[in-house]
């Protein structure tokens, strides 16, 4: 496996489930991002990960929950979703570095019902 | 207030037909301009980063280039597989720490 992968692609769940996203680099990056991407809206920054430390928090509603246990992983636990939490939620990773590019995973889309 | 905006919303080309997508931002303490293609159904893809007014990076049919406040990605004689959404991302200085902050994308669709 190269790159950034997210499992899994797709994900349905009700409001009162508990679900987990989870994201894997092997690009030995040592930053991990969640993003939020919507119809019509630019991609929504949600949680950063530099050295397995969370060093950015967006105003992100309590029902997520990151995880980043190492630096070759983060996992985002959804539990309480609305409605409109539905989207395609993208992972990156990047050097910890202010030139370095984000690398994306190819998201997962969720939908909330 | 949006400080990245891409525009056109969308554009619809003849293949062949070259043309250029805009990126203007307005922040300052630019740190690095980026360039992302995302096709249906996949992260978005890095293409080019430019850090200062006057740089150029090209890459088979694309030609990224940076001013002071905007930057261009030109296409030339694109083809139907050019068809994806372009991001433009912008990282710019907040004190202390930088932001990288998205556009809304560019929908291109190449008709052959």
């Known amino acids: 496996e190269t790159g950034v992968t997210q499992t899994p692609r797709h994900l349905v769940m009700g409001m009162t489930n508990k679900k987990s996203l989870k994201c894997e680099q092997h690009l030995g990056h040592n930053a991990m991002y969640w993003y939020k991407q919507s119809a019509k809206k630019p991609l929504e920054l949600m949680f950063v990960?530099?050295?397995?430390?969370?060093?950015e928090n967006n105003s992100v509603p309590s029902r997520f929950s990151p995880e980043c246990p190492n630096s070759s992983h983060l996992f985002l636990h959804l539990h309480t979703l609305q409605p409109e939490d539905s989207a395609l939620y993208l992972c990156?990773?990047?050097?910890?570095?202010?030139?370095?590019?984000?690398?994306f995973g190819n998201g997962t889309r969720l939908t909330v019902t | 207030e949006d400080q990245v905006t891409q525009s056109p919303e969308a554009l619809r080309l003849q293949e062949g037909e070259s043309s250029s997508l805009n990126c203007s931002y307005t922040?300052?303490?630019?740190?690095?301009l980026f360039w992302y293609r995302q096709d249906p159904g996949k992260g978005p893809e890095f293409l080019f980063t430019?850090?200062?007014a006057g740089e150029e990076k090209e890459k088979e049919r694309l030609k990224a280039t940076l001013t002071k406040k905007e930057s261009f990605l030109h296409i030339t004689a694109p083809k139907p597989e050019d068809s994806a959404t372009y991001l433009c991302a912008v990282r710019f200085y907040t004190g202390a720490n930088s932001k990288l902050t998205f556009g809304k994308g560019i929908t291109l669709s190449v008709r052959p």
């Open positions: 922040v300052s303490g630019l740190r690095g």
């Open positions: 430019l850090y200062s």
């Open positions: 990156a990773s990047s050097q910890e570095h202010f030139s370095s590019p984000l690398h």
């Open positions: 990960y530099s050295l397995e430390e969370r060093v």
